[in-house]
């Protein structure tokens, strides 16, 4: 039954990665990652009740942890073109324009 | 028993859920769309699937673990949804929008 979740997990998983191949825009690309990330939070995890092997979930949890943080780290990037610049900055450059 | 039970179906409609929401992601027409299928469908299928995988463990550290993931994913994925679709409504993507004078735009 554990097989079963992580077979439609896969699918789904598969799914995902062929939009983010296809996807026309860049914020496909990235809700498509971003759904891929969170099922691989799931799979791990049912993984680790698959193998009987427990400890599994700290890496289910630091990969969760990982995928919001590059998630937001990738959008920033893609709306503002670097990683450093502040919302104050930003409010700024909108004024001088 | 009736916990095994519980869980297998928390299990399986996890799952289902899931390729629901993979089927939406890959055939809808417009970003906000597939937005959409994949943000309802990931919350909820996450939740069910981690409830399911907590009624088979029990009451143990792997409880807690899973707790947490749970936790975690319900405060970020709706968060990570709203981020997305707010950077690209404010990069200027418009919703596709299929009605224009009552006729059918394709």
């Known amino acids: 039954m554990f097989i079963a979740v992580s077979l439609a997990i896969l699918i789904t998983m598969g799914l995902a990665l062929a939009r983010a191949l296809m996807g026309p825009t860049t914020y496909d690309r990235i809700a498509a990652v971003n759904m891929f990330g969170t099922k691989t939070v799931l799979l791990i995890a049912v993984l680790a009740f698959l193998s009987g092997r427990t400890d599994l979930l700290d890496i289910a949890l630091v990969y969760a942890l990982i995928n919001f943080m590059g998630v937001v780290a990738a959008l920033k990037l893609v709306t503002q073109g670097d990683f450093h610049s502040s919302v104050k900055d930003r409010t700024k450059k909108a004024e001088t324009e | ?106």
Request: with cysteine.
């Open chain 2, 1 to 106: 028993m009736i916990i095994d039970i519980l869980s297998w179906i928390c299990l399986f409609a996890g799952g289902v859920l899931g390729i629901i929401g993979g089927i939406g992601i890959h055939r809808f027409p417009d970003f906000y769309s597939r937005l959409h299928a994949a943000g309802i469908t990931d919350t909820l299928s996450a939740m069910l699937i981690l409830l399911g995988l907590g009624l088979q463990a029990g009451l143990s550290l792997a409880t807690f673990k899973l707790a947490l993931i749970f936790i975690f994913l319900f405060f970020t994925s709706p968060t990570a949804s709203h981020a997305l679709a707010n950077a690209a409504l404010h990069s200027g993507l418009k919703p596709r929008v299929d009605m224009e004078n009552g006729k059918a735009k394709s």
